[in-house]
């Protein structure tokens, strides 16, 4: 959508374009470089903390099911922890 579209403009812009750049090439490499970041390093919250390229190559459930059998495990370690203060 043109909202998603001005997001990643506005994004690169304030990445990349902060710096002055004296060859063309510079500029072409910096951008290039903050495409494979954001595509391929950069988590995105409306894909639930994955990067655009874990769900285009499927890996983004198993990221998904180890992180929440993590946050399960930190859960009971917790309570456990509470619990042997408490007592």
């Known amino acids: 959508t043109q909202g998603k579209i001005e997001r990643w403009h506005q994004t690169m812009k304030n990445r990349v374009l902060l710096e002055n750049y ?3 090439g ?3 490499r910096q951008i290039g470089d903050f495409v494979d970041y954001y595509n391929n ?3 995105h919250e409306s894909l639930k903390n994955v990067t655009p ?3 285009y ?3 983004d459930k198993a990221i998904l099911r180890e992180r929440e059998k993590i946050k399960n495990l930190t ?3 917790r309570r ?6 408490a007592a």
């Open 53 to 55: 390229a874990d769900v």
């Open 57 to 59: 190559f499927g890996r």
């Open 80 to 85: 456990l922890q509470h619990q042997k203060q």
């Open 22 to 24: 004296y060859l063309p």
């Open 41 to 43: 390093q950069r988590y």
């Open 26 to 28: 510079h500029l072409e």
């Open 75 to 77: 859960i009971r370690q």
